[in-house]
Nanobody
Framework: QVQLVESGGGLVQAGGSLKLSCAAS???????????MSWYSQAPGKQRELVAS???????NYADSVKGRFTISRDNTKNTVYLQMNSLKPEDTAVYYC???????????????????WGQGTQVTVSS
């Protein structure tokens, strides 16, 4: 079973920066490829929405609200996706979730392919 572990959230003043990380791993698991890795945000009382995504081929997609401020990147050697968040605004305050979709891996030697894994979420709070 693959797990996603996020880190890097916290409290920052408006205009500041944070960098989120999300690492995919599993006990006795060897990940082969992860097709798509994304970050979503969910503010209180609102639906979860896409912030940014990055495919294994390098194709990116950003929400209009973060274009020019956030950058998604990944290190496939570490099965890790990052979200560099600059010029943060109070409206960026939310729980940020990592998503990994279409994962090919070996679980104790057995080849598997799973979809739509979620991390536990990390809180980002931007004060005005």
């Amino acid at each position: 079973q693959v797990q996603l572990v996020e880190s890097g959230g916290g409290l920052v003043q408006a205009g500041g920066s944070l960098k989120l990380s999300c690492a995919a791993s599993g006990r006795l698991v060897k990940i082969v490829t992860i097709n798509n890795m994304s970050w979503y945000s969910q503010a209180p009382g609102k639906q979860r929405e896409l912030v940014a995504s990055l495919s294994n081929s390098g194709r990116t997609n950003y929400a209009d609200s973060v274009k020019g401020r956030f950058t998604i990147s990944r290190d496939n050697t570490k099965n890790t996706v990052y979200l560099q968040m600059n010029s943060l605004k109070p409206e960026d305050t939310a729980v940020y979730y990592c998503n990994a979709d279409d994962i090919a891996y070996y679980d104790r030697g057995t080849y598997k392919r799973d979809y739509n894994y979620w991390g536990q979420g990390t809180q980002v709070t931007v004060s005005s």
